[in-house]
């Protein structure tokens, strides 16, 4: 019965591990998501010839 225990401890565990990463990654991308967004914009506009243009706030640049 004791290794029955001890397996779904580990699974809790791991499940636990898991979740703690998420909300760090999740947190991470809320943070930095903006500027994320931003160079994604500028190698997109870099592939269709197009002249990047700066927003005010991260995450508001365009192609134009």
């Known amino acids: 019965m004791s290794r029955l225990n001890s397996k779904g401890q580990a699974l809790v565990e791991y499940l636990l591990i898991i979740a703690v990463i998420s909300v760090i990654v ?8 903006g500027y994320l967004r931003d160079s994604m914009t500028k190698t997109s506009c870099e592939l269709v010839d197009k002249e990047y243009v700066e927003g005010e706030n991260p995450g508001e640049g365009r192609c134009e």
Do not use: D, E, T
């Open 26 to 33: 999740v947190s991470i991308v809320k943070i930095f998501g």
